[in-house]
């Protein structure tokens, strides 16, 4: 079980974007967003769909920005490939 912290203030003022699995909802984790092609193996289709990069090939997931996203009351994913390094008190990048 990853432990779960607000996001870094640094992205939720600063319009970055966020992964996140609807519906959202105080508790929901908020990942780093990683965009998988639809059709890698075709050069002429370059849809993706957004998921987690903590499980890329995971569920699909929607892209909000950061700051609604913790307006909303979700919260970092710290894993690894997401945001391990946010502080617990306030969110700030360590
Ligand atoms: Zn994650």
Request: glycine share 8%; aromatic share 4%.
């Amino acid at each position: 079980m990853t432990e779960s912290r607000r996001l870094p203030r640094a992205m939720t003022s600063g319009g970055a974007s966020v992964a996140v699995r609807l519906p959202v909802g105080a508790g929901t984790l908020a990942h780093r967003p990683t965009y998988r092609r639809i059709a890698p193996d075709n050069k002429y289709d370059q849809r993706t769909v957004v998921s987690a990069a903590c499980a890329p090939q995971g569920a699909e997931c929607r892209e909000l920005s950061a700051g609604w996203a913790d307006h909303l009351g979700a919260l970092a994913c710290t894993a690894p490939a997401c945001f391990p390094d946010v502080d617990t008190e306030n969110g700030v990048t360590r």
